[in-house]
């Protein structure tokens, strides 16, 4: 089997992390894979940031915690947030995001580094407690996030899990 494809079958979610930092060549890699996502019509309407603070990060996760009322919510403490945004006025911004966002996943794997999808800022990012936070981080006013990638050593191991999805081919 070919890397792209270990890749893609072995990576699982990961939602307990190692407080071990992330080698700073590693992440612009990361990066990098999520800035040759496809984007429709070539447009990359996004942005990109990666936050490496973890009190950011647990700033973040507060007050996501106080908006949607989720006693204890802490994003499964990260190493670093990439939260990609988008124009709000893209119309491909959310399909745009997800690509990237698989990237992200994908890169991070090949190279060790554990990943989980956090969906929770999609609907809320506009909350004005959330929003003054994302613009503190630089993210413009004008950009929504759909989700954010959390990164960081795995401090779980994962089994492989039955595929059950429907597969259909037509000839």
């Not at 990237?100 to 929770?120: C, D, K, P, R, T």
Request: hydrophobic share 40%; with cysteine.
């Amino acid at each position: 089997m070919n890397e792209t494809m270990n890749a893609i079958l072995t990576r699982r979610s990961t939602r307990k992390f190692l407080n071990k930092p992330i080698p700073e060549q590693e992440l612009q890699q990361i990066i990098q894979a999520a800035l040759h996502a496809p984007s429709g019509m070539g447009r990359q309407t996004w942005q990109f940031t990666a936050v490496k603070n973890r009190e950011k990060i647990q700033e973040l996760a507060a007050v996501i915690r106080k908006v949607l009322k989720r006693d204890g919510y802490d994003m499964y403490q990260p190493e670093v947030i990439i939260i990609p945004s988008n124009d709000r006025e893209s119309p491909f911004g959310r399909e745009d995001d997800a690509c990237a966002m698989e990237n992200i996943f994908l890169a991070a794997h090949s190279m060790g580094i554990g990943s989980v999808w956090i969906n929770q800022l999609q609907g809320i990012c506009d909350e004005p407690s959330v929003r003054q936070v994302l613009t503190s981080f630089g993210i413009p006013e004008n950009h929504v996030v759909y989700g954010l990638a959390a990164l960081g050593y795995a401090d779980d191991a994962k089994a492989e899990k039955e595929r059950i999805g429907k597969v259909v081919i037509v000839d």
